[in-house]
């Protein structure tokens, strides 16, 4: 007897299977391979392509193979806002994967590779570890309060900080084997970490400079850094296998005398010797420039500038690491966003006198530094990537052009990015 189903009851089912699973395409655009590509997807590019249910979350396959995934909450709702994939890529390959929806429970495990710490002092010596923590305010003494200074991002290749106090200056340290370290900074497994390990060392010299990345603004050719400010705050957006992302948190300001708020928000990917940098700065005028910049107190050769894709770079690479060897560390934005270039003036001006932290003998005025400027939209964000990479991890970064090929490399993925279809 054949059977018969209402339409109504027909749509239904149909409906319900179709919610099960979705079709989306993944396309190279480039006639080069990729590896560990991230491709974002907004809960609203999902919903649009599968019905999204209570208690379920999406994942996708390309056909039996999971590809590795991770579910993010940005503002803290307990309703997830973006899904981050991980994937390879040949040389203009097109992917056809589907999306599925699983238990919350039956989500898959994905290899940790991203990772952050902020680690805040305890009575007992250790340091636990914090999703949010307010600076000690700039008006009481100066005083470290944080594993290893400040707050430290990595990936299984490169591991970066920042001095959680006034002096508010990147470092990083450099890695032989791909391992997490931030956790273990300043405890028995890594106690001293300005010498080299099996792991890697730090091995880069700060002084008053920017460093690895630290953030000022051009005024009136003026460098103000962004530091003492009234409130300097670490905020953990999500840390997970895929990326991790953090906000710091800046208000009180002094430029010229305007009180000024600002936000970084940094994110890290596995498998790049980068990190993304958006920084927004509220209250800046049209003339005004975000600048990021590179310590050059070790560096004998000239700087190098060159544009790659879409984008502006600016870099050094010189034997100037901590190791005495092969160091690398370049800036890239958009061309359509890049400002003043420039070098500032090697004077120590801790020894002049302007002895911002005496106990780090550190001055707040820059110096030592290569930098690049951005236009800087009032409340819109810039953004930038920092690359670092050192000689002892692989041959590649023993040589200029070995860096510089990687960055063009980059540059290129950046601009023509993995389309989704």
């Known amino acids: 007897m054949k059977n018969i189903f209402p339409f109504g009851i027909l749509s239904l089912m149909l409906f319900a299977a179709c919610t099960q699973q979705a079709a989306i395409t993944l396309e190279n655009p480039l006639a080069e391979e990729r590896t560990d590509e991230v491709i974002v997807f907004s809960r609203e590019e999902i919903a649009a392509k599968i019905t999204l249910q209570e208690g379920k979350l999406p994942v996708f396959k390309n056909g039996e193979k999971t590809i590795p995934s991770q579910v993010d ?64 305010p700039v008006s009481e003494p100066f005083k470290i309060i944080a594993q290893g200074e400040g707050v430290t991002w990595e990936n299984e290749k490169i591991a970066f900080r920042i001095y959680f106090d006034c002096r508010n200056v990147k470092d990083l340290f450099g890695k032989r084997k791909p391992v997490m370290v931030a956790d273990d900074v300043h405890t028995a497994a890594i106690h001293d970490y300005h010498v080299l390990n099996d792991w890697g060392m730090d091995v880069l010299h700060c002084g008053s400079s920017l460093g690895s990345g630290g953030i000022a603004l051009m005024r009136n050719d003026s460098l103000i850094r962004l530091g003492s400010t009234d409130v300097y705050e670490y905020q953990k957006i999500v840390e997970g296998p895929i990326r991790s992302v953090f906000d ?18 940094i994110t890290i990917y596995p498998g790049k010797y980068w990190f993304e940098s958006d920084v927004t700065v509220y209250g800046c005028s049209e003339t005004d420039q975000i600048v990021t910049g590179i310590v050059t107190s070790q560096l004998k050769k000239e700087p190098f500038r060159f544009d790659a894709a879409n984008f502006t770079c600016i870099g050094t690479h010189d034997v100037q690491s901590l190791n005495n060897d092969e160091l690398g560390m370049a800036v890239i934005v958009p061309k ?46 810039a953004k930038h990537y920092f690359f670092s990479v050192w000689g002892l991890d692989k041959d590649q970064w023993k040589t200029e052009d070995g860096f510089r090929e990687y960055i063009t490399d980059e540059a290129k993925k950046f601009s023509a990015p993995i389309q989704k279809l």
Not at 74 to 93: I, N, P, Q, R, Y
Not at 248 to 265: I, P, T
Request: charged share 35%.
């Open 73 to 136: 909450d940005l503002d803290s709702d307990g309703t997830w806002d973006e899904v981050v994939l991980l994937v390879d890529m040949k040389a203009s390959e097109t992917i056809e994967a589907t999306i599925e929806l699983v238990a919350e429970s039956d989500y898959p495990k994905v290899e940790k590779r991203t990772n952050l710490r902020l680690g805040i002092a305890q009575v007992d010596g250790t340091y636990k570890e914090v999703d949010k923590y307010k600076a000690i």
């Open 248 to 265: 710091l948190k800046y208000s009180g300001w002094d430029v010229d005398g305007e009180e000024m708020e600002a936000v970084e928000r």
């Open 336 to 381: 359509t966003e890049a400002g003043k270039i420039g070098r500032t003036t090697n004077i120590n001006w801790f020894k002049e006198g302007v002895k911002t932290v005496p106990e780090k003998n550190f001055s707040h005025v820059i110096s030592e530094t290569y930098y690049i400027g951005q236009k800087c939209k009032d409340t819109q964000a």
